[in-house]
């Protein structure tokens, strides 16, 4: 499975916002949104476009249109914070959702909301997700993912740990992660170290 960093400045630079503890929800939101659409850009390079013709105002000229439907899973709850601008980067999409949440103790994710558009060999599926920390959330997402009919998956996270990644690749090797950076380890409660604490809480202010 591929795995993609982007080293984009911007990405670097809204990365920190979202890690520093003094950030107020109003700015961590925006950071959310700006690095979705970098990140988003980045990981929409490998999509294919048919050639057509578009006619300006005084002559025919060459372009292209996207091929392939694009489908946005965001993983309730904080994948939410990713959706708008990951819409707003790649157009015409529709949406999937799955809702998903991490036992306290366990860490282990349950599943409490799904609703998929039509899935199959014609669309692309991006899984919206910021935090790929055990990878629980992300491999059971896209387990049902999969059985809805998709074929082409890929994961958009904005920090994922070693741990998930490795669990990720093991259990879905053909999915392509995006994300914005590699954090060291998890600590006893499964968080991501130095991460960002729990995004959820931090982008709704729970
Ligand atoms: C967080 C995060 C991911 C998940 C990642 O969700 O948004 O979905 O944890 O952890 P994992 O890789 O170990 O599964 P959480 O369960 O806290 O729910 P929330 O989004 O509703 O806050
Ligand atoms: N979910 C979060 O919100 N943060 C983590 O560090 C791990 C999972």
């Given amino acids: ?3 993609e960093l982007s080293n984009h400045p911007l990405v670097q630079h809204y990365l920190t916002i979202l890690r520093d503890v003094e950030t107020d ?3 961590f939101r925006r950071a959310c949104s700006g690095i979705t659409g970098v990140l988003m850009t980045e990981a929409a390079k490998q999509l294919e476009v048919d050639a057509i013709t578009v006619q300006t105002p005084l002559e025919k000229a060459h372009g292209a249109r996207l091929r392939g439907e694009i489908v946005f899973v965001p993983i309730l709850r904080a994948g939410l914070g990713m959706l708008d601008a ?3 980067t790649v157009p015409g999409s529709s949406v999937g959702y799955i809702g998903l ?3 306290e103790v366990t860490a282990e994710a349950s599943c409490y909301y799904s609703k998929m558009p039509e899935l199959g060999a014609a669309q692309i599926v991006y899984v919206l997700d910021p935090m790929l920390a055990t990878g629980g959330s992300a491999i059971q997402s896209i387990e049902q993912i999969k059985a809805a009919g998709a074929t082409r998956v890929s994961m958009v996270s904005i920090i994922a740990a070693p741990e998930g990644v490795k669990a990720l690749q093991v259990a879905h090797p053909d999915v392509t992660i995006m994300t914005g950076v ?7 409660s499964k968080y991501i170290c130095p ?5 959820g809480d931090r982008l709704f202010r729970t």
């Fill in 195 to 199: 991460g960002l604490g729990d995004f």
């Fill in 86 to 88: 990951a819409m707003a």
């Fill in 101 to 103: 949440e991490r036992d």
């Fill in 25 to 27: 929800a109003e700015s």
């Fill in 1 to 3: 499975m591929a795995i």
């Fill in 182 to 188: 590699i954090d060291r380890e998890l600590n006893d």
